[in-house]
């Protein structure tokens, strides 16, 4: 086919995700929260479609804090094998900056792995700039972390609260 459309998805199309080429998302997509990603207005896909096939996506949530200006964090971009190296990587991070800039997002940011080369790459050709940041990561798996109640409140150290 011809060059891949890139478009960020509306709140109905979940649809879209039914044809998927293989190893564009890590894992099979589950209609259950493929709907509850579409349905909350500050998740944000953008797709790169080869006809009616998905061949390349990049997921971005936009989110604000009572001190900050808006703000787009990029989740995960992912381009199957078949058509890699073509530009869609930066394609739809592009689509989703055009995006946030509408919500009046000032900053987009994302976080790799040192190891993640070609992601590095992406990112420094999209106009990224590298800094250095320590992510910590937490457990938070109900079925890790039994509770008492069944409210998330537990006694155990080994607890976990958000509010």
Request: glycine share 10%; proline share 6%.
């Amino acid at each position: 086919m011809g060059r891949p459309i890139v478009r960020v998805l509306g709140a109905g199309e979940a649809s879209v995700l039914d044809r998927v080429a293989p190893e564009v998302f890590d894992d099979e997509i589950d209609a259950r929260w493929a709907a509850e990603f579409f349905a909350d207005p500050r998740h944000h896909l953008a797709v790169a479609l080869d006809g009616e096939l998905v061949v390349g996506f990049a997921s971005a949530v936009h989110y604000v804090h009572p001190d900050k200006l808006p703000e787009l964090w990029i989740n995960e971009v992912g381009v199957a094998p078949t058509h890699r190296r073509q530009g869609l990587g930066r394609r739809l991070l592009e689509a989703l900056f055009a995006r946030g800039r509408g919500l009046g997002c000032r900053e987009a940011w994302v976080l790799t792995e040192d190891e993640n080369v070609a992601a590095r790459a992406l990112y420094t050709e999209a106009g990224g700039e590298e800094s250095r940041a320590i992510m910590v990561s937490f457990s938070i798996d109900p079925s890790a972390h039994p509770t008492e109640d069944g409210n998330g409140r537990s006694d155990s150290p080994r607890s976990f609260f958000l509010s």
